[in-house]
């Protein structure tokens, strides 16, 4: 999609905003373009995420679901990047250490969750045959049917 970006392509004059954590608050400041093509990268997948997102609410909308789906702040859990060594909540909240251990269990996986997953993670080998969270499609693909031998060894 590079014939819609605004810019020369070469980037050689352009800066970029990118985020920082700087004096315990979060804040942008101005880096070059071409440095900062990661970002815009990750800015473009964040809002091809929330265009799904927006799909999935007016879905929960139509059947009468209260609860809606939301993106977290991207800086939320991160191990690398600007936001490494920070806490972060699913809402932009910068946390100290002891804040987020009060919250993540809230908001991430505990090992308990980690474990019943693993439970249901049974293999299913035989064909037309699903796993039990899995709705079987209602035409195979290709509009072949579903049980069909896709994989030959």
């Known amino acids: 999609m590079e014939t819609r970006r605004q810019d ?8 970029a905003q990118a985020p920082v954590v700087a004096d315990g608050m979060l804040s942008v400041r101005p880096v070059p373009a071409l440095t900062a093509l990661n970002l815009d990268l990750r800015d473009e997948y964040v809002a091809d995420c929330e265009r799904g997102l927006r799909r999935w609410n007016a879905e ?17 859990n991160r191990k690398v990047g600007t936001y490494a060594g920070h806490f972060i909540s699913p809402g932009g909240e ?18 308990e969750d980690r474990a019943r997953v693993a439970e249901l ?6 064909a037309g045959s699903f ?10 693909i290709n509009d072949l049917p579903v049980e069909y031998d896709y994989v030959r060894f």
């Open 121 to 126: 993670m049974v293999p299913h080998y035989e």
């Open 60 to 76: 929960l909308e139509r059947a009468g679901v209260d609860e809606r789906l939301v993106l977290p702040h991207v800086g939320f």
């Open 131 to 140: 796993a039990g969270w899995l709705a079987p499609p209602a035409v195979g």
């Open 8 to 15: 020369d392509h070469l980037l050689t004059d352009a800066t």
């Open 94 to 111: 910068l946390l100290d250490q002891v804040g987020w251990q009060r919250q993540a269990a809230h908001w991430l996986p505990t090992d």
